[in-house]
């Protein structure tokens, strides 16, 4: 009997898929973005599937669809995740508009917030972002202070100067701000998660309960998008019976 009960428990462990990145080392502080601001709360539909927010946000209106994508450079599972949902948001660019969120769960990540902003300004931010993965995920570059990351990203041919001057701007440090108040405001607790219309909440955590899905990484990773798409047509439906 005893051999049969660790036989099972082993299975039980095999059949949890790892699909979310969670903040568990270094908890944020009092100096962070992320310290200060006041958080939402989650609340499951009736399947499981996904969840909505408590207090929907702002969201943009008309003809597309707003989705947020949070994610860190930090976490393995949003760089496996990242090629199909850039396959994704490229497939669905005509009724959705897709933006990253980069997160800064701790002060160690920050830097890599700021520089994520920073490349952004100066368009260079899809010609790196693949680069930055890799360096931080297979290179084991911690790019955790300002040294390290204009050391990075020099060395990938960028205008030390020019980034240096984004880097420290105004505008980057607003963008900052805004990607920590979206981080409370959509209940952000771990990544990759997705964030639909201001209203709706997906990620791989609630569509690994989608029956008959596949319970792997990948299985799990396409319930998310298939389920991303459910919520996309809802909302345009109902845009489209209000007019």
């Not at 599972?77 to 701790?106: G, I, Q």
Request: proline share 4%.
């Amino acid at each position: 009997m005893r051999t049969i009960f660790f036989r099972v428990l082993a299975l039980s462990f095999c059949a949890t898929v790892l699909v979310a990145c969670k903040p568990a080392d270094k908890k944020a502080t009092a100096s962070s973005p992320a310290a200060s601001a006041t958080a939402n709360a989650l609340l499951p539909s009736f399947s499981g599937e996904y969840a909505m927010l408590a207090v929907p946000q702002p969201a943009m209106q008309g003809n597309k669809v707003e989705v947020l994508e949070f994610f860190g450079y930090f976490c393995s599972h949003c760089k496996t995740f990242d090629p199909a949902v850039t396959a994704w948001a490229k497939k669905n660019r005509n009724k959705v508009a897709f933006t990253r969120v980069p997160v800064a769960f701790r002060n160690d990540l920050i830097a890599q917030q700021r520089m994520y902003y920073t490349l952004e300004a100066m368009g260079l931010l899809d010609s790196l972002h693949e680069q930055i993965f890799h360096a931080v995920q297979n290179e084991r570059l911690s790019l955790s202070n300002d040294k390290e990351i204009l050391a990075y990203v020099t060395q990938q041919g960028v205008n030390a100067a020019k980034f240096q001057e984004h880097y420290h701007s105004a505008a980057v440090q607003t963008q900052m701000a805004q990607a920590q108040k979206r981080l409370a405001a959509y209940d952000v607790q771990s990544v990759p998660l997705f964030a639909i219309d201001g209203r709706y909440i997906a990620s791989a955590t609630y569509a690994s309960k989608r029956p008959g899905i596949e319970q792997t990484e990948r299985g799990v990773q396409n319930a998310t998008l298939a389920i991303m798409d459910d919520l996309v047509a809802k909302t345009l439906s109902e845009r489209g019976a209000k007019k």
